[in-house]
């Protein structure tokens, strides 16, 4: 019977049922959907098994937008019932799994995937590459995610959600204080997920470092791949950490072992280090791609090529250097004396130089540009001032002996919400806007696009300030609920109706998405932003092959150059191109993956060791398969290139 | 597929290029994984709680002869990449056969040392200590055998299909490989074995 | 001084008036370590804002100066690459302003990790403060009693509280007296306050610990030092003995009002020791050895981890 019990529903609720019945309904209807429309097949040839790297990108789009809808449904209830004191809406544990998965899922499965999918999309494009180095590791990387993040969903349902904090320290992560299937799943779906992103590390190290058009230096590369390329260097260096990290947590639940327990030798700090030895330099995985799209933005939209290119370039180097060094001011309290304090609050201060320098380098972009304000420009113009305050507050923090007073406070939460919302979020929305024309040949509406940024901006404003100020009145962060006395109320009311008005601008966006795809004007021809760089070079919408013939690059903005001073950048002619073969395998064996991780979390030996056996049959089934890719003769190359010319 | 003959097979087309610059990257994730699990190692080095410590546990001979085999194997490999480069399919496939046999006995070694542990009452559950050295050992001597089986299959397809770019491509990758390996049992010989006796 | 806080008030205004007119806690300081870490966050509160504006102004100025609704349908923007001058002062001033503020915090640092100032030369009253699922014990070994989920202190005295957990990581927090820090199950850690004058005051965990978190919280009643003594002496005639059995009870999980009890659970369950240096101290951890609890709280002391 105890067997059984693991798999039961944590919180028989009407909340929960709801939602089983919605998920239920949602999965019939896609499936019968798709049966009736005979598209079975259409979805295994052209999705499932592709390796393309702009479907990839897609499907990571499609996960994301997902993810960020079950994040922000978590965010919506934690704010209801914080919204009014003594609230008997969600009861303290259910609370406490709400905002463990909200925290994991928006960083790892919806800003994850979201910037994957600008990767995977754009800087291919931007190198003038065909594809990226490892197409069918792409598609590994990119199944596993998705694999990883449903299992990490599934679980609400089945057996209950981690519940020990998106940091899940030890102990109280660990049997004894969290008896719950809940932390299983936190320890082996990340686990899966952060495989994958491993392997994107390599691929698009591997494709900047070796696949860029002819001509194209390192110091020519456009500010998007730069951050790119940082980004998955971070990724490749702080990514094993995190995996031996839950692997030590997997063994600690399933298998006993005493790495982070009370006696017996375990050491519950060694969690709390290794965990932000990854979350800090994770932090700048996230960031400074966002600071790469707004520069592709605001040169852009500002008329003028980016200001301070090397500087901007210097101080991505530094900081995912200095992300290395700056992990304990994630615990300043934990006792490890002034000494350590002084160096982590320096070290964390020092950050704030670079990130100054591209603040000030956009700026000055902006200064004699020719500004437009379209959708995406929107976006940066309020991620500036909104990111300042965050990176400010941020300072603040980092002065250890205050910090004991901010720490695990709402004020620290204010903090990073303020720096991840502007920051991340509004580059993902900016980009999203920026380049889907792009993807889907026709643009997001400008006017309903900006009623969302004006709206967002406003919810999140009034979401977030006024956490910084009942965290310097003592509302410590991750309580279920809070009492008539403490005052805390009206502020907390305040951040509610932020919230809604967040969830308003974001329910705008999709209708912004439904409204484009009526009624939006299509034949936008290839650059309908006037911009810089080789992506709107190509075709819209993006042939297979990318480029029909290799482009040749002569400075920073490639394709500027060439509208302005005539540079040209296809010179030669129609060869044949060789591609990759589609592949079912990362799909089937990112299945079985999940079947693994699922018998794990539950202990299911046998299946476990089934599906561990199926995992490897996959891997020898790949080393011994021949498949050379295959040729997309001149003719078919030369039709394409017509019909799109056409198009225009 | 473009095939540049002015360099050796296994860099010879631009997939392998790619491949082989891309291993190395892996590599250096695999350092970051290891470096993780030493530094975890130090932490709970006389971390040991009511089990026993390192000292009391680490035998030197079959810690010796397990360094002999990585050692001797790392050095085979090195020849059959060499052989490889010469065209001498033959040799390369002796060598690298005798690095798997080689291996094998490594891992022999290996678990007959985890049994010797257990029995000593150092499991995986004693200790924090224990918990750690053992992962630490186990994470290297799963890679040895998941390296074992790579190369398994390589052999077979280079006995099946013959020196071709694709599979010397293969097995110079799984040369690096097996060479990093032997560099990561260098550091665990010193820095967990020989400090531990000490 | 005066004007800070002054200032302060207009900037919060909305905040005081929605939060029922009571200065906010953490800037409402009652000893000199919440004194320092208010002047810290004030100081930064002050020159963050220099910044913010300085940011702002530029980015009213480019935007306004620059739309190109306002300019002519030809103008070119020009190619700039960037001058030596204008970014020398975009990372001399940042980097001018880092090393102020470093400054300023690692001198904070030595004097919240130290015993406060103005009561340096004072025999510092020991408080052992460990929680429980969700609970806090408080031993006061030298008087030898112990209360649970309230503590009682001398105001005008240095404290020491030596911080530990039966349980999950907890961080114990009285805002007004100070910043917090850790509790955990490995080590003892150190927390130097000081109450400057009698009042009531809020305590809590402010790491979250699991389903109970939120009414993890305490009273502190700073007393002046003849009331504390006398107290004291009331709960030594009349509370009961603290037995082994009694705190293995307490330690249960769950929520539990005040109690009072003579002696202390470091009798028969000592804090955690240091053990980071060797390995024998290990098994001293693990309740073989008996310390005399002044003692113990002097070898703590030293329990810097990293």
Redesign the interface.
């Known amino acids: 019977m105890d067997f059984f019990n693991r798999f039961a529903i944590p919180h028989p609720s009407f909340l929960i049922y709801a939602s089983m019945v919605a998920i239920g309904l949602t999965g019939i209807a896609v499936i019968l959907g798709i049966t009736y429309f005979k598209k079975w097949g259409y979805l295994w040839r052209e999705w499932l098994t592709t390796v393309d790297h702009k479907r990839i990108g897609i499907m990571y789009l499609i996960s994301a937008l997902l993810m960020l809808f079950r994040g922000g449904v978590d965010a919506i209830m934690l704010r209801a019932q914080l919204a009014i004191p003594d609230n008997k809406f969600l009861e303290s544990q259910h609370y406490n799994e709400v905002f463990t998965t909200h925290g994991v899922v928006m960083i790892l499965f919806m800003a994850m995937p979201f910037i994957m999918f600008f990767f995977n999309f754009v800087v291919p494009l931007q190198i003038g590459a065909r594809d990226v180095a490892f197409p069918r590791l792409n598609a590994i990387s990119f199944w596993l995610f998705f694999m990883g993040a449903m299992l990490f969903n599934i679980s609400f349902v089945i057996g209950g959600s981690p519940d020990a904090g998106w940091t899940s320290y030890f102990p109280l992560a660990g049997n004894d204080f969290s008896t719950s299937v809940g932390s299983n799943y936190y320890m082996i779906a990340i686990q899966i997920a952060g495989i994958g992103t491993l392997m994107t590390g390599i691929n698009f190290i591997t494709t900047i470092f070796k696949m860029r058009a002819p001509g194209m230096k390192l110091m020519q590369m456009p500010m998007f791949t730069w951050s790119a390329l940082i980004s998955n260097l971070i990724i490749v260096f702080a990514f094993p950490v995190l995996t031996v990290l839950l692997a030590m947590g997997t063994m600690d639940r399933l298998f006993d072992t005493k790495f982070f327990t009370i006696g017996d030798g375990g050491s519950d700090m060694l969690w709390a280090n290794l965990f932000w030895v990854w979350g800090h330099p994770e932090v700048y995985i996230l960031i400074l791609p966002a600071f790469g799209l707004f520069s592709e933005i605001i040169s852009t939209f500002a008329r003028r090529n980016l200001y301070g290119y090397k500087s901007m370039v210097a101080s991505m180097v530094v900081i995912s250097a200095f992300s290395f060094f700056v992990w304990a001011h994630h615990f300043f309290t934990m006792g490890q004396g002034a000494l350590a304090n002084s160096f982590f609050s320096i070290t964390t201060m020092a950050i704030a130089v670079p990130t100054g320098v591209k603040i000030f380098n956009w700026l000055f972009t902006l200064w004699k540009g020719k500004i437009e304000f379209t959708t995406p420009m929107l976006y940066a113009m309020h991620f500036l001032p909104l990111f300042t305050l965050g990176g400010v507050t941020g300072v603040m923090l980092a002065m250890s002996a205050a910090d004991y007073q901010y720490h695990n406070t709402m004020f620290l939460v204010a903090h990073f919400h303020n720096v991840i919302i502007p920051g991340v979020v509004y580059a993902m929305l900016a980009g999203l806007t920026y380049y889907w024309p792009k993807m889907f040949g026709f643009m997001l509406n400008e006017r309903i696009g900006k009623w969302t940024v004006w709206l967002m901006s406003t919810g999140f404003i009034l979401a977030f300030i006024p956490m910084y100020i009942t965290g310097l009145d003592g509302q410590a962060r991750r309580m279920y609920t809070y009492s008539e006395a403490t005052g805390f109320a009206p502020l907390n009311m305040v951040a509610f109706i932020g919230a809604g008005i967040m969830a308003i601008s974001f329910a705008l966006l999709v209708y912004n998405i439904y409204y484009s795809v009526r009624y939006s004007p299509r034949n936008i021809g290839n650059d309908p932003w006037n911009a810089r760089t080789l992506e709107w070079a190509t075709h819209t919408p993006v042939p297979e092959y990318n480029f029909a013939v290799m482009p040749q690059v002569k400075s920073t903005e490639a394709f500027w150059d060439a509208k302005k001073h005539g540079h040209e950048i296809f010179k030669g002619k129609i060869e044949k191109i060789h591609m990759p073969n589609s592949s079912g395998l990362p799909f089937i064996m990112s299945c079985i993956f999940f079947v693994f991780g699922f018998s794990m979390i539950f202990s299911i030996w046998p299946l476990a060791i089934i599906s561990l056996l199926g995992i490897l049959g996959c891997l020898v089934y790949r080393s011994f398969e021949k498949d050379h890719g295959h040729y997309i003769p001149v003719e078919e190359i030369e039709d394409t290139e017509t019909k799109l010319r056409g198009a225009k | 597929m473009k095939i540049d003959h002015s360099l050796p097979l296994e860099y010879s087309t631009e997939e392998n290029r790619l491949k082989i610059f891309g291993f190395w990257i892996f590599l250096g994730a695999e350092i970051m994984l290891f470096a993780t699990l030493f530094t975890s190692y130090f932490v709970y080095e006389h971390r040991s709680g009511n089990g026993p410590s390192g000292a009391e546990i680490f035998e030197l001979s079959p810690v010796l002869m397990e360094t002999i085999l990585l050692l001797a194997s790392s050095f085979t490999i090195g020849l059959g990449i060499h052989a490889m480069r010469l065209g001498k399919q033959k040799a390369m496939m002796a060598f690298f056969a005798v690095t798997l046999v080689l291996g094998l006995g490594f891992l022999g070694f290996e678990i007959f040392e985890f049994t010797t542990y257990i029995h000593e009452g150092a499991g995986i559950t004693t200790s924090g200590f224990t918990s750690m050295l053992l992962t630490t050992l186990g994470t290297h001597g799963l890679h040895v055998t998941f390296g074992f089986f790579w190369g398994l299959a390589i052999l077979l397809q280079v006995k099946k299909r013959g020196l071709t770019p694709e599979t010397a491509n293969k097995s110079f990758i799984f040369s690096l490989y097996w060479h990093f390996l032997d560099v990561v049992w260098i550091f665990i010989f010193s820095f967990i074995y020989l400090k531990g006796m000490m | 001084m005066k004007l800070k806080w002054t200032l302060l008030a207009m900037i ?1 205004t909305v ?1 005081a008036v ?3 007119c ?1 200065p ?4 409402d300081p009652k000893g000199p370590q ?1 004194k ?3 002047d ?2 004030m100081l ?2 002050w020159i ?1 804002s220099g ?2 504006i300085v ?2 102004a ?2 009213v100025f ?2 306004v100066k ?3 609704s306002k ?1 002519s349908a030809d ?8 001058n030596m001058f ?2 020398a002062i ?2 001399g001033v ?2 001018i302003i ?1 090393i102020f ?2 400054v ?3 001198k ?6 130290a015993t406060p100032k103005g009561y340096e030369g004072q025999e510092p009253l020991v408080i052992y403060a460990s929680s429980s ?1 969700w609970k806090w014990h408080f031993s006061y070994p030298e008087e030898g009693i112990e209360t649970v989920n309230y503590v009682n202190i001398p105001a005008g005295r240095p404290l020491e509280f030596k ?1 530990y957990s039966y ?3 907890t ?1 114990f ?1 009285i ?1 007004q007296l ?5 509790a ?4 003892v ?2 927390l130097h306050l000081a109450a400057d004058e009698p009042g009531e005051l ?1 305590g ?11 009414e993890n919280t305490f009273d502190v009643e700073a007393m002046s030092q003849t009331d504390f003594d006398k107290w004291v002496k009331e709960v030594q005639d009349t509370a009961k003995p603290l037995t082994e059995e009694k705190f293995n009870e307490l330690l249960k999980p769950g929520h539990l009002g005040r109690s009072t009890y003579t002696g202390t659970h470091l009798e028969f369950s000592p804090a955690p020791e240091h ?5 024998d101290s ?2 001293v951890s ?1 309740g073989e050895h008996h310390h005399e609890s002044s003692d113990s709280g002097k070898e703590a002391d030293h ?4």
């Open positions: 919060f905040a929605l939060s029922g009571e906010l806690l953490v800037l919440a320092v870490q208010a810290d966050i930064s509160i963050m910044i913010v940011v702002f530029i980015l480019v935007l620059y739309r190109a300019q103008y070119e923007p020009p190619h700039i690459e960037g204008v970014e975009c990372i940042p980097i880092v503020l470093s300023m915090s690692v904070s640092n030595y004097e919240v990790e699922d911080l349980g999950p990581i961080s927090w805002p100070g910043g917090q820090k850790y955990m199950g490995d080590m850690t150190t809020m809590r965990n402010a790491n979250f610990s699991g389903a109970g978190f939120a053990h980071h240096d060797s390995a290990d098994k693990e329990s810097h981890h990293h």
